[in-house]
């Protein structure tokens, strides 16, 4: 029965070939085939449903139903078996389908009178195109040797989808990658930009989907996997031995490659008529279905690990390795799953956005991003299979969003955006040497966030008055080794004299949560974001504090020094921290190397426990910085990664800004300096917001440092004090429309 099946099958996908072949209109081959499955697998029935847009079916062919149906019966995702086909992207096989648990009648097409129902998705890379359906009226259900039979033939059909085969004006399907498409994402980063798509992993096109010789075929695709083996066993070779992650990376590379069950499965698909390729792809197409239903994110990454070794293998069988050739477009807007803050690096400033299909607004790219001064979208779920290279994408960071091939009334509406927004930054740039003081004659210090000597250009163009700032973890999660301390200090030094005299304030390695240094082991953690992370871990490995503390003393060489420790959450851990850095410069001038001017040391308020530490902390601390970002996360205990809550929650509620509040009390009450760092401090809006809660330096994207002076000089900030004290005092909760209605009636400049 298996040979019989296999042959059948071999000599169905040559009919199809042969088919795709011929000089016909998109409706006539989808006919054609329609009529070669069902006389190929003996079936009273067979239809063909394509994806209208992303959530529609639309019955395209049938050997039948009623032909009167076809183009008219439509279904929603779920909607029915063939939905249910179409979401889970799983086969249905049921000998009696009218009284299968969701089955949905459709009189047009007159299936009354079949009792028997197979489907199976038509899907691509996890890119689900439609369903495959075939129907008799003998009540029995179908075999796996069928039901394999179907699914190889699936895998063609997306192929020949993919490639266009069945678009032209009778079909009135869309050619694929042809017509817009608006994903809702994540911010990443803030911005607007237009420009071209530039794919950091181009997708391999496989053209050859059938074999003439099983043999031959079975051959090339294990002299292919062979090739891969080799490859995995001469990464792990070269792979440092303390990076524990990315060796566990190439183990499950490894286990994969030498798994036979995944050759087996390989090889029976080309038995059935594959290519080497095409049984590849079919056997990836079948992982990402996997990970989309999976949740236990171990699993998950196994997914991953399978799909990353199937686009190696298709690259070794194809050819195609990562240069297609293509030319970068004049305009690259870059789209990948993901990517490391190295490679993102690489590309630099070339770069006008990026989207991600994974991705985090905390992620180590995200934080490149935000020095490059680029847009940043993150979770934008499929782009990577709906985008092509060179592609019209409009990348809104400010809300979240991609426009892939956007209609021109869509491109014009954000050419309009893009245009003030550029009027608007002539209009800040002509601010850059004016101080940001406000009508009531209140002086803000409006300071600059950075990261890599990249940043520090824009301490001068931006008129940031130091860095309030400066990110220290990016120079050790770039590496796949520890820095050495040299290294460190000449960096450090490089900074300290880009900023000319300047303030800059060096926060301590802050890792954990989802900074992870590739050469150091992290502990599993059910909360990683409440767990071994920032100040925790440098107390904990005093090694790499003190490197890092002895770096920064060496590195100021006779200039005023400021560090500040992240995530401080009690008095004695910014104790222990301090003195460890005292001990440090006291043993450098032991050493006789020379020593600071001064130095100043401080604590990132990031926890709502440091608000309420004794007073006692707020006396040894020469300034506090709150850390917006975690802390509106711990204030509200709304995870900042997490989509379903993290807008949840308004910073400009009475209650954040009461709290606010309480730590400007304590600062004044302790002659302590205070200073407001994150994306929120960026935001005018929430930037008046805090200067009315009586905050006066504020650290900020150097692009976001001219809106905020922009308003700052039109604002009157008693008024502002004023308004928060009469909305408490009605009880409102929200802050925003009040603070909106008053900008509307500033006065401009």
Known sequence: MQDRSESESRRLLRRLRDTLAEPVRGQERLDSIVGLISESMGTDVCSIYLFRDRETLELCATRGLNPESVHRTRMRLGEGLVGRVARTATAVNTADAPNERGFRYMPETGEEIFSSFLGVPIQRLGEKLGVLVVQ?????????????????????????????????????????????????????QEGTAEGQVWLHEPRVVVTNLVNDDPVAEVERLRQGVERLRVSVNDLMETAATNDKEHREVLEAYRMFANSRGWLRRMEQSIESGLSAEAAVEKEQSEARARLQQVPDPYLRERLHDLDDLSNRLLRILTGQGRDTGATLPDRPILVARNIGPGELLEYGRMLRGVVLEEGSVGSHAAVVARALAIPLVVHAESVTTEALNGDTIIVDGDEG???????????????????????????????????????????????????????????????????????????????????????????????????????????????????????????????????????????????????????????????????????????????????????????????????????????????????????????????????????????????????????????????????????????????????????????????????????????????????????IRRADLSEVAALIEEAKDRGEERLRPLLLNYIRGLPAV
């Open 136 to 188: 008799s009226k003998e009540a029995r259900a179908y075999s796996d040797d069928e039901i394999y039979a179907l699914d190889v033939t699936a895998m063609v059909l997306a192929e020949m989808t993919e490639l266009g085969a069945f678009t032209s004006e009778d079909t009135v399907i869309a050619r694929p990658h042809k017509h817009p498409v608006m994903i809702r994402a994540g911010s990443g």
């Open 401 to 711: 969003v991609v426009h892939l091939r956007p209609d021109e009334s869509v491109a014009a509406a954000y050419r309009d955006k893009i245009v003030m927004q550029t009027a608007a930054a002539e209009r800040y740039a002509a601010l850059r040497d004016l101080p940001a003081v406000a009508r009531c004659g209140s002086r803000v210090r409006l300071m600059m966030n950075a990261g890599i000597m990249a940043d520090l250009p824009s301490l001068s163009g931006s008129g940031a008055e130091g860095v309030g700032l400066f990110r220290t973890e990016l120079q050790f999660l770039l590496r796949n080794s520890m820095p050495r301390r040299s290294d460190l200090a000449a960096l450090y030094a490089r900074v300290l004299k880009a900023a000319d005299g300047r303030r800059v304030a060096f926060r301590t390695l802050d890792i954990g949560s989802d900074k992870v240094m590739p050469y150091m082991n992290r502990p599993e953690e059910p909360n990683p974001a409440m767990g071994w992370r920032a100040v925790r871990v440098g107390l904990d490995k005093k090694g790499v504090m003190r490197m890092q503390l002895q770096a920064l003393i060496r590195a100021s060489n006779g200039r005023p020094l400021t560090v500040m420790f992240p995530l401080v959450a009690e008095m004695s851990e910014f104790a222990e921290a301090r003195d460890l850095l005292m001990r440090e410069i006291e043993r450098e001038r032991h050493l006789g190397h020379p020593l600071p001017a001064t130095v100043e040391v401080g604590a990132m308020l990031e926890t709502p426990s440091l608000a309420f530490a004794p007073d006692a902390f707020f006396k040894l601390a020469d300034f506090v910085s709150i850390g917006g970002n975690d802390l509106k996360q711990f204030f509200y205990a709304a995870d900042r990664e997490n989509e379903l809550v993290r807008r949840r929650y308004d910073t400009l509620s009475l209650s954040f800004i009461t709290f606010i509040q309480k730590i400007v009390k304590r600062c004044e009450d302790n002659d302590c300096a205070l200073s407001f760092c994150g994306e929120d401090a960026g935001r005018p809006v929430e930037a008046l917001a805090f200067l009315g809660a009586g905050i006066r330096s504020l650290s900020m994207r150097p692009a976001a440092i001219g809106p905020v002076k922009d308003l």
